[in-house]
């Protein structure tokens, strides 16, 4: 499974993208489903989305669940 870090973006404003979070109490991947690659968080390199499409996921900012550091898969 392919493994790609992500870009670490400044906090987004809630008008110019869509965050994707998880709130559980121990981290998880936000997102997993059934594609091939793996994307890591930029800062702290987190597994943010397991068995993804990066160009599924491309129009989201993911939210470390580990860290808190916003990423885009783009």
Known sequence: MPKRTMRV????????ARVVTAMRP???PVL??????TLLCGACGFPVAKRVDP???GAL?????RCGRYNSPA
């Open 26 to 28: 121990k981290p998880q």
């Open 9 to 16: 973006l400044d906090e987004p404003l809630p008008e110019d």
């Open 55 to 57: 160009a599924g996921v």
């Open 61 to 65: 900012v993911l939210q470390c669940p």
């Open 32 to 37: 997993a489903g059934g594609g091939r690659s």
